[in-house]
Structures are given as structure tokens and as C-alpha cells.
């Protein structure tokens, strides 16, 4: 009887050790997953937007502020060649931002949760990726000082090896992942592309001093490191071949073409630059503002008359700026998945928009001249930005029209196709005749140009009412709020996250 009552005794402080070890070990993991935070990638995602789009509208300001050193009674055509080397190098910089910002999507994208050490990381890639404009500018003043191209690419290789520790820390926990998500594949895609830039960008700053054209040729393929780390996982593919993709072309098709991805994150990046360029032009008038050249009696008086040109370059940029943004909206309102195409387009778009405050400045400078030539010419370059962007944004609405039953939600009708059609002619029609008028011998006044393009709200406004009349009429609905904001699944897998990256 002893014995049992010792033994009774004995299991019972063997089973309170075991339990109080285990409330141990639980204690102690509740205080590391507490340590060791876990947030959620939405902030993250929409902060590094934010600051992408700053960086990608920056980069326009040597071009902008060029025009200021323009001479007034040379030919602006002379002018502007003679800036060729900042069109090219705000074109690179533009691509290889949007390279960066394509990259930082693609990790996050896949991510539910990031830590601590992710966030650090991020910041000082963001850091990293906001000296560009500086670098750029940099580059416009010193193109043929190899220097500025070894520092320039000096940047990139720095902003590689944030990328792949970001994507390392970020992919280190099942966790922090989606479900469904083929980890392997999208680490070696990711940390390929990052190896591949990291590689390019070292090697140009090594030859920079040797042959500055031959660095900046090994510099642009990193622009295609993207392609490069897809054709890498082809490859992968190829000996470790995946249910959904028998062959190594129709991968290659399904990536390279078809692959589609969340449009909230292009909204965020499109809608800060549309942001900054439509005021970007009011630092010129707060600058003027902040340092008069006359504090006496009447300054004020006199100071609004010298800048009414600067006033009416504003009101008509971000009037124009407005616009396209509200056409852009209508546009990417019933997209729910885009395809590669369609990003394509939609960064032409913020290409050509990025320059319009320069051609604004351009019509303020040489409105005042009494060169007629000049004038045309400047109305010409300015209609011309405006025309690039609004076709781009045709363009842009057309792929997405592409698979429409994959790319749009459901309920979105004829009318509304009639309606968004009607509101994309507006700018190419306006910009293309102003254009062709401009080629008259006589002055297109620049003023009168501003003021047709001010008033282009007023067209928006007056073909709305001619569809609410029809629709009124018709007894249709077109209206965006009809649409089913919910995210129907189609039943196959392109329709959600794509696990393959």
C-alpha cells in the first residue's frame, strides 16, 4: 500500500514538472512572438509607394528647371536639343525606379506579415533608391566624367544587397507567407533578379573608368533583370517540372504575358505621382514669393502681374494633370487583376505625365516673346506630352479590355464602355489639333492654349450630362457604382495570387 501511495505521489510530481515545463516553454514563446513583432504588409506596401512615387517625380526637376536657362531669342527647338542628355538620362532613371518599385511589389506580394528587421531593411532601401534624383542630376551635369557613372551604379549595387537580405528575412518564416505559395520558386526568382543587378551594377562601376558607354550598356541590361530571374526559374521549371505548366514555353507565355497581379498597389504609386506633378509648379511661385524682387509700395501689385504667366501655367497643369488622373480613375475602376500589358502601358503614362510641368513652363517662358516660331514650338511640345500620355491611356484601357472576363469585374456594360471610350478621344482630339494648328504660319497664342486646356473640365462635365440624358432615356445603368465590387473567383488559379510569382 506504501508503495503504491509513493508511487501515486511520484506521477504526480513528474506530471506537475512536465506541465509546469510546458507553461515554461509557452510563456517563453508568447515572449519572443511579442519580441519578435509581426505586422501587417499593407503599411509597409503603401509608405515605399509613397516614396517611389516622390523619387519617380523628382528625377523631373533638372529637365524643369532647365528651361529657366533657356534663351529667350534662340530657337527653342536649339534649346531643347541641346538638353538631349537630361531626356535620356530622366528616361533611364524613370525605368530603373519603376524596375525597383516592380521588384519591392513582386517580394511583398506574396508576404502577410513582415518583422522588425524587414522594416529596418526597407528603409534603407528606400533611402538607398531616393538618392537617384540626386544621382540623376548629378549625371546631367557630369555625363562624360565616368565618376558620376561609377557612383551612380555604385548606388544600385547597394540597393541589390538590401534586396536580397529584405527578401532572405522576409521569406525566413512560413508564417509571414500566403498560403499556397511555392516558396523555393519564388526565393530563387527573387534573390536571382536581386544577384543579377548586384552583378551588372558591379561590373559597370569596375569599367566605368575604361569605357563609360560600354558601363552603361552593362548598367541597362539590369533594367531586364526581372525577365532575366523568370527565365531563371524556367529553367528550374525545366528539371523540377510544375502540374500547372507542362512545357517551358507555355511558362515563359504565362509569366512574361500573362501573369496577373493585385491593381491596389499601381493605384497608390499612380496616384502620388499624379499628386506631385499636378503641384509641382507651385514651388516656382513660392519661390518667387519667398524672395521679391521689390518690398516697396505697389510690390505686391507688381509681383502678381510678373508671374500671372507662372499663375496661369499652374491653374492650366494641374487642370490638366486633374483630368487625366479622373480618366485614369474611370479607367483602372473595374480592372481587378492586371496583366503585364497593362502595367506596361500604365507606366508610359506616368512617363509622359512626369513631364508636363516642364512643358507648362516651357508655353509660360515663350508666351511673353514676340517670336512666333518659338511660340508654336513650345504650344507644339506641350500638346505633345499631353497627346503620348492620353494615348498611353487608351492603350492602357484597350489590354485591359484583353480577357476582359479575367481582368474587369463582373457588370461592367456596354455603356460604360461608350462612356469610358468618350471620356479617353477628349485629350488626343483637343492635343492633336492644337498641334496641327500650331504648324500655321501665324501665332498660336500660348495663353489662349492654357485657357482651352482650363476649360477642358467644363467637356467632362457636359458629356456626362449627354450620357445621363441617354442613360436617363435608354432607362440603362452605366453608372460605376452598378458594378459588383466583389472579387469573383473564376475558378482557376490566375485568378488569385499567383503562386509562382
Partial sequence: MATSDSTGQATLTTSSTISTEKSRQVKASDQSERFHRFVSVERLGAY??????????????????????????????????????????????????????????????????????????????????????????????????PLATVVFSLDFVAIAVLQLLSVLFAYRRKKMMRDNINKREAVIELCSSSGILLCLSTVSAAIAFLNTTAAWVILGLAL????????????????????????????????LI??????????????????????????????????????GPGSIKSELQDDKETFFSYFATFSTVGMIWYVHYTVFHPIQKLSRITSLCNKWVLLFVGVLPMGFKLISKYSTDTWDA????????????????????????????????????????????????????????????????????????????????????????????????????????????????????????????????
Avoid at 54 to 74: A, G, H, K, N, R
Avoid at 91 to 104: A, D, K
Avoid at 231 to 254: C, D, G, M, N
Avoid at 406 to 433: D, E, F, N, Q
Fill in 48 to 145: 515605399s509607394d509613397a516614396v517611389f512615387s516622390i523619387i519617380v517625380t523628382f528625377m523631373i526637376i533638372p529637365l524643369s528647371t532647365s528651361v529657366e536657362d533657356f534663351q529667350i531669342y534662340s530657337d527653342v527647338k536649339d534649346n531643347l536639343i541641346a538638353e538631349w542628355h537630361l531626356f535620356f538620362i530622366y528616361i533611364v532613371c524613370y525605368f530603373f525606379v519603376f524596375s525597383l518599385w516592380e521588384h519591392h511589389v513582386r517580394v511583398y506580394e506574396v508576404v502577410e506579415h513582415v518583422g522588425d528587421v524587414v522594416i529596418v531593411l526597407n528603409v534603407i532601401q528606400l533611402l538607398a533608391a531616393s538618392m537617384l534624383p540626386f544621382l540623376g542630376a548629378l549625371l546631367g551635369d557630369y555625363h562624360e566624367d
Fill in 224 to 255: 531586364f533583370a526581372d525577365t532575366f530571374s523568370i527565365i531563371v526559374v524556367a529553367i528550374y521549371q525545366r528539371f523540377h517540372p510544375h502540374e500547372k505548366y507542362h512545357t517551358l514555353s507555355r511558362y515563359l507565355a504565362h509569366r
Fill in 258 to 295: 500573362t501573369t496577373r497581379s493585385n491593381p491596389d498597389r499601381t493605384k497608390n504609386l499612380t496616384d502620388g505621382v499624379f499628386a506631385i506633378v499636378a503641384t509641382l509648379i507651385i514651388l516656382d511661385l513660392t519661390n518667387a514669393a519667398a524672395n521679391p524682387s521689390d518690398t
Fill in 374 to 501: 518659338d511660340e508654336n514650338t513650345a504650344v507644339q511640345f506641350n500638346c505633345a506630352i499631353i497627346f503620348g500620355a492620353s494615348i498611353c491611356q487608351l492603350l492602357t484601357w484597350l489590354s485591359g479590355h484583353w480577357k476582359r472576363e479575367k481582368h474587369l469585374h463582373v457588370g461592367y456594360g456596354r455603356i460604360h464602355v461608350y462612356w469610358c471610350l468618350a471620356l479617353l478621344l477628349v485629350y488626343p482630339t483637343i492635343s492633336l489639333l492644337l498641334f496641327l494648328i500650331a504648324f500655321s504660319p501665324s501665332t498660336l497664342d500660348a495663353n489662349a492654349v492654357q485657357a482651352i486646356q482650363i476649360s477642358v473640365p467644363a467637356l467632362f462635365c457636359v458629356i456626362k450630362m449627354c450620357f445621363e440624358i441617354y442613360v436617363h432615356k435608354a432607362g440603362h445603368a452605366y453608372h460605376t457604382e452598378d458594378i459588383d465590387e466583389s472579387d469573383p473567383s473564376d475558378g482557376n488559379d490566375e485568378a488569385s495570387v499567383d503562386t509562382n510569382l
